[in-house]
């Protein structure tokens, strides 16, 4: 028998863990002598007052979509796939490669076909850390780790002996083709008379990302697959027993969850840069542990994180350019989010299932 509710688990524990980050943050705000209430309008009025910050709390929630869901998937498996963001590193590597030496006569081709190409390079890399667990017994931790360093080192040659046009100083690719440019959410709203924001960054890699979570969902719980991953992540012995291989589900997760997070590259690389950059990936594939976790792994759960990071994102953004709130401190209320609703997960869980324990017996 469950110690509480279904939805005290995915409801009210990431609910009281906000509250309790939130109260620890207006703490630290005050202790630098600002007013916290004035903080969180100014958070609130930056990420969701007007078009041009939702753009971007949207921008940035659709990287953390993709990483999300990559954490997502492997963590079904019982694996901890730390790498996403070397995997998306190659996957920007992938979008490029698609979008610049293949003549596009239209930007949906070439999303089509660049999302495949960031699939495929963040799978392959997701690939050698998946077989050294599989079959070597290497801790996925350890290993996509230290991808994610090695990746980072590919990128930086690839950008600088290779990719970046002659005579550049700037370790970047060539902008794309016009052809290729992604349609923004001003673009896409305006037939429908919404007059969005022309300056933000989100796109229609935001439909993609949504598409994907639908995707996944359907995996996970509509599929032999999906229950194959959760049969084994739930126990490894049990699905022996069942006849599941664990070298295949350990693969197939980790090669679904390296691609997942290789389509995050559509977004910001194709979508917002529209070239290849160094560090286009900007912490999303870390913030995407944070996401899943508080998520619960589930793709609605996913969802609604991202989208609360999003607005963490741009409402911190908005709060350092207008107080004298450094730039760091932001950083540090981000952090306090990740730390309550993670890692102390259980300082939350654990009062709570006594309670309702309590209740239960009172019942009975």
């Not at 028998?1 to 509710?5: N, R, T």
């Not at 971007?56 to 659709?62: K, R, V």
């Not at 979008?99 to 596009?104: D, E, G, S």
């Given at each position: 028998?469950?110690?509480?509710?279904k939805?005290?688990d995915?409801?009210l524990?990431?609910?009281?863990?906000?509250?309790?980050?939130?109260?620890?943050?207006?703490?630290?705000?005050?202790?630098?002598g600002?007013?916290?209430?004035?903080?969180?309008?100014?958070?609130?009025?930056?990420?969701?007052g007007?078009?041009?910050?939702?753009g971007?709390?949207?921008?940035?929630?659709?990287n953390?979509?993709?990483?999300?869901?990559?954490?997502?998937?492997?963590?079904?498996?019982?694996?901890?796939?730390?790498?996403?963001?070397?995997?998306?590193?190659?996957g920007?590597?992938?979008v490029?490669l698609?979008?610049?030496?293949?003549?596009?006569p239209?930007w949906?081709?070439?999303?089509?076909?660049?999302?495949?190409?960031?699939?495929?390079?963040?799978a392959?890399?997701?690939?050698?850390?998946?077989?050294?667990?599989?079959?070597?017994?290497?801790?996925?931790?350890?290993?996509?780790i230290?991808?994610?360093?090695?990746?980072?080192?590919?990128?930086?040659?690839?950008?600088?002996?290779?990719?970046?046009?002659?005579?550049?100083?700037?370790?970047?690719?060539?902008r794309?083709?016009?052809?290729?440019?992604?349609?923004?959410?001003?673009?896409l709203?305006v037939?429908?008379?919404?007059?969005?924001?022309?300056?933000?960054?989100?796109?229609?890699s935001?439909?993609?990302?949504?598409?994907?979570?639908?995707?996944?969902?359907?995996?996970i719980?509509?599929?032999r697959?999906?229950y194959e991953?959760?049969a084994?992540g739930?126990?490894?012995?049990?699905?022996?027993?069942a006849?599941?291989?664990p070298v295949?589900?350990?693969?197939?997760?980790?090669?679904i969850?390296?691609g997942?997070?290789?389509?995050?590259?559509?977004?910001?690389?194709?979508g917002?840069?529209?070239?290849?950059?160094?560090?286009s990936?900007e912490?999303?594939?870390?913030?995407?542990i944070?996401?899943?976790?508080?998520?619960?792994?589930?793709p609605?759960?996913?969802?609604?994180?991202?989208?609360?990071?999003?607005?963490?994102?741009?409402?911190?953004?908005?709060?350092?350019?207008?107080?004298s709130?450094?730039?760091?401190?932001?950083?540090?209320?981000?952090?306090?989010?990740?730390?309550?609703?993670?890692?102390?997960?259980?300082?939350?869980?654990?009062?709570?299932?006594?309670?309702?324990?309590?209740?239960?017996?009172?019942?009975?």
């Open positions: 028998m469950e110690k509480m509710p939805w005290a995915v409801v524990i990431p609910l009281i863990s906000l509250i309790l980050a939130a109260l620890l943050s207006a703490l630290v705000i005050l202790a630098i600002e007013d916290p209430i004035a903080a969180v309008k100014m958070m609130v009025t930056g990420a969701l007007s078009t041009y910050g939702w971007y709390t949207l921008y940035y929630a659709t953390f979509l993709f990483t999300g869901l990559a954490v997502a998937v492997a963590f079904h498996a019982r694996m901890f796939n730390i790498g996403g963001e070397g995997q998306a590193m190659l920007g590597l992938g490029a698609v979008c610049l030496y293949i003549p596009w239209h949906s081709l070439a999303l089509i076909f660049a999302a495949l190409g960031a699939a495929l390079f963040g392959a890399w997701a690939a050698i850390p998946a077989y050294l667990q599989a079959k070597r017994g290497s801790h996925i931790v350890i290993t996509t230290m991808f994610n360093f090695i990746a980072a080192a590919v990128l930086n040659y690839m950008l600088v002996n290779v990719l970046k046009p002659a005579g550049a100083m700037d370790p970047a690719t060539a794309f083709a016009e052809a290729v440019h992604l349609p923004s959410l001003h673009e709203l037939p429908f008379g919404i007059n969005f924001s022309k300056s933000a960054p989100a796109n229609v935001l439909l993609v990302a949504v598409a994907a979570c639908f995707a996944v969902w359907l995996l719980w509509r599929t697959l999906g991953i959760r084994y739930h126990s490894e012995p049990g699905a022996l027993y006849g599941i291989s295949k589900i350990t693969m197939i997760a980790m090669l969850s390296g997942l997070a290789g389509m995050m590259a559509i977004n910001n690389v194709m917002e840069a529209e070239r290849l950059v160094l560090n990936t912490g999303a594939g870390f913030i995407g944070a996401v899943a976790l508080m998520g619960r792994n589930h609605f759960g996913v969802f609604l994180a991202a989208i609360l990071f999003g607005f963490l994102y741009q409402g911190g953004a908005e709060l350092a350019l207008w107080t709130i450094p730039r760091e401190l932001i950083v540090v209320i981000q952090a306090l989010v990740i730390l309550f609703t993670g890692a102390l997960d259980n300082m939350v869980r654990i009062p709570l299932e006594k309670i309702f324990l309590a209740l239960r017996k009172e019942k009975a």
